[in-house]
Protein backbone atom coordinates (compact mmCIF):
# COMPACT_ATOMS: atom_id res chain seq x y z
CA UNK A 1 0.00 0.00 0.00
CA UNK A 2 1.41 3.34 -1.48
CA UNK A 3 1.84 5.97 1.88
CA UNK A 4 -0.42 8.95 1.57
CA UNK A 5 1.42 12.14 1.53
CA UNK A 6 0.92 14.39 4.29
CA UNK A 7 0.63 18.37 3.54
CA UNK A 8 0.57 21.36 6.19
CA UNK A 9 -1.48 24.66 5.77
CA UNK A 10 -0.46 27.61 7.81
CA UNK A 11 -3.19 30.10 8.35
CA UNK A 12 -7.16 28.65 7.58
CA UNK A 13 -8.51 32.20 6.20
CA UNK A 14 -10.02 32.27 2.99
CA UNK A 15 -7.00 30.98 0.90
CA UNK A 16 -5.78 28.54 3.43
CA UNK A 17 -8.34 26.74 3.98
CA UNK A 18 -9.72 26.47 0.31
CA UNK A 19 -6.17 25.35 -0.17
CA UNK A 20 -6.15 22.66 2.25
CA UNK A 21 -9.73 21.56 1.63
CA UNK A 22 -8.62 20.96 -1.97
CA UNK A 23 -5.78 19.25 -1.28
CA UNK A 24 -7.99 16.62 0.95
CA UNK A 25 -10.09 16.66 -1.79
CA UNK A 26 -8.13 14.98 -3.60
CA UNK A 27 -7.00 12.35 -1.01
CA UNK A 28 -3.88 14.02 0.39
CA UNK A 29 -3.97 13.90 4.05
CA UNK A 30 -4.02 18.11 5.15
CA UNK A 31 -3.10 19.46 8.69
CA UNK A 32 -3.99 23.23 8.90
CA UNK A 33 -3.34 25.67 11.34
CA UNK A 34 -4.51 28.58 12.59
CA UNK A 35 -3.99 30.73 15.78
CA UNK A 36 -7.96 31.58 16.39
CA UNK A 37 -9.47 28.33 18.49
CA UNK A 38 -13.01 29.10 17.80
CA UNK A 39 -12.25 28.68 14.31
CA UNK A 40 -10.54 25.26 14.29
CA UNK A 41 -13.23 24.00 16.44
CA UNK A 42 -15.79 24.99 13.40
CA UNK A 43 -13.42 23.50 10.74
CA UNK A 44 -12.57 20.31 12.48
CA UNK A 45 -17.03 20.19 12.92
CA UNK A 46 -17.14 20.86 9.25
CA UNK A 47 -18.07 24.24 9.16
CA UNK A 48 -16.27 26.86 7.27
CA UNK A 49 -15.73 30.39 9.16
CA UNK A 50 -17.04 32.17 5.89
CA UNK A 51 -18.86 31.49 2.99
CA UNK A 52 -18.05 30.25 -0.29
CA UNK A 53 -20.02 27.72 -2.85
CA UNK A 54 -19.58 24.38 -2.39
CA UNK A 55 -17.12 24.40 0.58
CA UNK A 56 -18.89 23.39 3.59
CA UNK A 57 -20.26 19.88 1.94
CA UNK A 58 -16.24 19.49 0.95
CA UNK A 59 -14.78 20.16 3.92
CA UNK A 60 -17.48 17.49 5.88
CA UNK A 61 -16.47 15.19 3.70
CA UNK A 62 -12.77 15.66 4.36
CA UNK A 63 -12.73 15.96 7.61
CA UNK A 64 -15.07 12.65 8.02
CA UNK A 65 -12.57 11.02 5.84
CA UNK A 66 -10.28 11.68 8.05
CA UNK A 67 -8.35 14.03 5.31
CA UNK A 68 -8.01 17.07 7.17
CA UNK A 69 -7.50 17.87 10.79
CA UNK A 70 -7.19 21.62 11.66
CA UNK A 71 -5.02 22.25 14.97
CA UNK A 72 -4.17 25.58 17.03
CA UNK A 73 -0.37 26.56 15.94
CA UNK A 74 0.45 23.19 15.78
CA UNK A 75 1.94 22.73 12.42
CA UNK A 76 5.14 21.48 13.37
CA UNK A 77 3.75 18.22 15.12
CA UNK A 78 2.15 17.72 11.64
CA UNK A 79 5.28 15.88 10.36
CA UNK A 80 3.87 16.49 6.64
CA UNK A 81 6.11 16.32 3.82
CA UNK A 82 5.20 19.61 2.17
CA UNK A 83 3.99 22.77 3.78
CA UNK A 84 2.75 26.15 2.42
CA UNK A 85 1.93 29.44 4.24
CA UNK A 86 -1.15 31.40 3.70
CA UNK A 87 -1.09 34.22 5.93
CA UNK A 88 -2.83 37.50 6.72
CA UNK A 89 -1.55 40.50 4.96
CA UNK A 90 -4.38 42.96 6.60
CA UNK A 91 -2.20 44.09 9.86
CA UNK A 92 0.04 46.81 11.26
CA UNK A 93 1.90 45.08 13.52
CA UNK A 94 4.99 43.60 11.58
CA UNK A 95 6.05 41.82 14.66
CA UNK A 96 3.52 39.22 15.00
CA UNK A 97 3.80 38.15 10.96
CA UNK A 98 6.10 35.26 12.30
CA UNK A 99 4.93 34.31 15.04
CA UNK A 100 3.36 30.75 13.85
CA UNK A 101 6.87 30.01 12.78
CA UNK A 102 8.43 30.64 16.19
CA UNK A 103 9.32 27.75 18.53
CA UNK A 104 9.38 28.75 21.97
Not at 73 to 102: D, G, H, I, L, M
Given at each position: MKKQTKISVIGAGYVGLCTAVGFSNK??????SDVDDKK??????????FHEPGLQEKLK??????NLKCLVNQTEKAQTRSQTCSRNNNFTNYQNFFSPFRHN
Amino acid sequence: MKKQTKISVIGAGYVGLCTAVGFSNKGYRVVTSDVDDKKVTKINQGFPPFHEPGLQEKLKDSVQKGNLKCLVNQTEKAQTRSQTCSRNNNFTNYQNFFSPFRHN
